[in-house]
């Protein structure tokens, strides 16, 4: 029998990867990424109008993803407009949607 061995950058990627799939393993973020999916760009103030939450609670769903670089952020005057960096995730959600007998 084979013995697998990992590498140290394999294990980095790994936990990186694992990093971002905690980081949407939330009820209220996956439906921040559905909105960001449907809309290229929200402000926080779109985001918790929508979801029907405290500015503060969509602001920390959102700083989360923004630092495991789910999210990009650009401020414009006194707005931060929110995006996904890619659509990868969100296709990684669809994917498992789509498997809901399995």
């Known amino acids: 029998m084979e013995t697998l061995t990992i590498s140290e950058q394999s ?35 779109e985001i918790y109008l929508h979801l029907d939450i405290e500015q503060a609670a969509a ?18 005057g006194k707005k931060i407009y929110y995006s996904l960096r890619n659509t990868t995730l969100a296709d990684i959600i669809g994917c498992i949607d789509k498997c809901k007998d399995c």
């Open 11 to 45: 294990i980095q990627k790994l936990e990186k990867v694992a990093g971002r799939l905690r980081a949407i393993a939330h009820p209220v973020r996956l439906a921040i990424i559905e909105m960001l999916t449907k809309n290229s760009k929200m402000s926080v103030t």
């Open 59 to 76: 602001s920390h769903h959102l700083n989360i993803m923004k630092n495991k670089g789910i999210l990009d952020a650009k401020r414009d």
